[in-house]
C-alpha cells in the first residue's frame, strides 16, 4: 500500500508539485492521470524516493521514504520513465543485475527470470545485447528487471508510452495480474484510452495539484461526460469546456 500526504516539490521558481495526496491499496490499479507537465512524473520521483519532497510524506507498506529509503524501495519494483538499459549487456544480463541488487540469489533470478520470460513474451530475444532494441522490447526488460524480486508494489511512468498495439495490450494484461495477485499497482499516464482499460481508480493532476479521484464511472457521473476523456478536460479546465 502506498500513502501520499501533502507533498509538495519546487524547482527554482517553478512549483511542479503543490500538496498533492493519494492513496494506492493492495489489490488495486491506481492511475495518476495529467497532461505532459502536470506534475506526475515529479510525484511518481518523490514517491519512489529518486527525490525528497520539500513537505510531505511518503509511506510504502508503513515504511517511510524520506527517512528510510532504502527499506522502501525493497517493497518497490519501479519503471520510471527513462528505462535505462545498460545497452552493452543481454536483456537477460540485465534482468540478472538488478536482481543481484536486490539480493537475490542466481538460483531464485533464474526462477524468477523464466516466469518474467513467458509473461512478457521475451523469448526471441531475451540473449540478445539491448542496444538497438525497439520501444517494446526495452519496457518489457525494463519491466522484468522492476519486478524481478516480486515487489509489493509496483510504480510505473508512462508504462506503455511509444508501444504498439500488441506490446501495450500485454503491458496491461501483465498488470491486471499482479492486481489479482493482491499487489499495488501505482501508473501514471496521460493515455486516456489506457487509464480506462485497467484502472480501478483515477487521480487527475493538473498544475501540480489533484483537482479530482474516484473511478471512472465516478468522475463521468461528476462531470455529465460520456467519455473519460470528455470529462477530463472538463476537470481540468474547471468545468469551461
Excluded: W
Amino acid at each position: 500500500m502506498i500513502l501520499v500526504n501533502n507533498i509538495s516539490k519546487s524547482f527554482g521558481n517553478v512549483q511542479a508539485v503543490k500538496d498533492v495526496s493519494l492513496e494506492a491499496p493492495d489489490g488495486q490499479i491506481t492511475a495518476l492521470l495529467g497532461a505532459n507537465g502536470a506534475g506526475k512524473t515529479t510525484s511518481m520521483r518523490m514517491i519512489y524516493a529518486l527525490i525528497e519532497p520539500a513537505t510531505g510524506t511518503v509511506a510504502i507498506d508503513g515504511i517511510d521514504s524520506v527517512s528510510d529509503p532504502i527499506a522502501a524501495r525493497a517493497r518497490m519494483g519501479i519503471l520510471p520513465d527513462a528505462r535505462g538499459l545498460y545497452t552493452r549487456l543481454t536483456a537477460r544480463e540485465n534482468i540478472q543485475y538488478f536482481g543481484r541488487l536486490q539480493g537475490m540469489n542466481d538460483e531464485i533470478i533464474d526462477q524468477r527470470m523464466k516466469e518474467m520470460i513467458e509473461r512478457l513474451g521475451m523469448e526471441k530475444f531475451i540473449d540478445r545485447k539491448t542496444e538497438g532494441f525497439s520501444q517494446g522490447q526495452r519496457v518489457k526488460v525494463a519491466l522484468a528487471r522492476c519486478l524481478i524480486h516480486d515487489p509489493q508494489n509496483i510504480l510505473l511512468d508512462e508504462p506503455t508510452n511509444g508501444l504498439d498495439v500488441m506490446s501495450t495490450r500485454g503491458v496491461r494484461e501483465f498488470l491486471r495480474d499482479e492486481k489479482a495477485k493482491g499487489k499495488c499497482v501505482l501508473f501514471s499516464s496521460h493515455v486516456m484510452q489506457e487509464v480506462s482499460a485497467v484502472c480501478d481508480d483515477i487521480v487527475v493532476i493538473d498544475a501540480g495539484e489533484i483537482c479530482a479521484r474516484g473511478s471512472e464511472t465516478e468522475l463521468l457521473a461528476v462531470t455529465g461526460r460520456d467519455n473519460l476523456e470528455d470529462a477530463f478536460v472538463h476537470l481540468v479546465t474547471g468545468g469551461q469546456s
